[in-house]
């Protein structure tokens, strides 16, 4: 049975799509600002390129994940090729491709550089062998991703510039041209001490880990600061990254850096979203039907079913009546600690209206598509 495009079903809101075949097998992973306006392209014009034209013919679905803003869809799309690598999609599919974070490595005199994230599970990971010990270069502060290739390289050469840390991979014995064009501070040679080094590591880490919307207003104080002490080459430097660093990328929510992994419930009337977060990763939603016949407490028993035996690190839920006693519940069953957050605000009160937004959208999807069929 063909598919049946019709584009009201589709929201005029940012996000990602996934095209899926018969056997719900994902054949293309897209993102568009206006998903309803980008998915109306693919069926209402008349293709020229061959693998375009099969791609419309295979879809039989059309799976859409509703984000905040074009940011997060840039991210979350290039996560979701990673960790699909849909036959129709041929960009981003490579790991060392896409949106990247900066690292400051964790060696004794740290450098920065560009890191690329695993975004395969923890059961692919040990398939794999690939749980070895990180490097001490790898072990360091991450900070992004960067939407924007070109702001990643802009911050990279801002920080290694204007706090002259080293670039060398390994560290040689005497100082290179860096050194004498004044782009590096020549630590290997001994013209700055490890102690003086490290602390220029440090302010340097100190200002890459603000906040979207803090990284600026700190840059600006900084080069106040260097020109109250009359340093006004240093404050002529900042001045020109701030004018590079003007087009920040917007604030996103889909990947972030996190050593555990969450998923988030929001439950409605009779069934629950689920967002499965991996090590701060978007990487899927689950729509599940609770269980009817349950009396009271439906959200403790759902908990229960799905996860007495194994789950995340921890649980964000829009409600629970007793969060502590479920906790309790879930230790005392399953020999492993669960944390249980129902937040009010800040980042995971942000993905539980993420998931509102997706389960609001499938629950008019479905009464909708009820509504059609009684006519």
Known sequence: ?????????????????????????????????????????YFYQKHKRRRLAELV??????????????????????NLIKIHKPPYNRALKRDNSGYAYLQMTGEPLPRLDVYYRDRRTTQEREQ?????????????????PFVSSRFQYAMLD?????????????LPKRACLLYHIGKCSGVCEGWISEADYQETARQASEMLSHRRDHLLTAMHEKMT????????????????????????????????????????LYFGERDVLIARVQEGMLRDFRFVAMDPSVGSDPEEQFILSQYEQEGPDELIVNRMKDPVQMRKL????????????????????????????????RIAQREAAVAANQN
């Open 330 to 361: 879930l230790r005392t069953r399953s020999r492993r600690s669960v944390a249980i957050t129902v937040p009010k605000r800040g980042l995971k009160a942000d993905l539980l209206q993420l998931c509102k937004a997706n389960y609001e959208y």
């Open 128 to 144: 794999a062998g690939a749980f070895l010990p990180e490097r001490k270069e790898e072990q360091g502060q991450r900070f992004g």
């Open 225 to 264: 600061h260097y020109a109250e002490r009359l340093e006004f080459e240093k404050a002529q430097n900042m001045l020109h990254h701030i004018r590079v660093l003007e087009r920040i990328p917007t604030k996103q929510i889909v990947d972030r850096e996190t050593g555990w992994n969450q998923d988030v």
């Open 1 to 41: 049975m063909s598919f049946r495009f019709q584009a009201s079903d589709y929201p005029e809101q940012p996000g990602c799509y996934l095209m899926k075949d018969t056997e719900q097998r994902i054949l293309y992973v897209g993102k568009s600002k206006n998903l309803r306006n980008r998915l109306r392209s």
């Open 158 to 170: 801002f920080v290694t510039d204007h706090y002259r840390l080293r670039t060398c991979t390994s």
């Open 57 to 78: 013919v295979n879809i039989r679905s059309i799976e859409v994940i509703l984000v905040n803003n074009e940011s997060e869809s840039l991210v979350l799309e290039n």
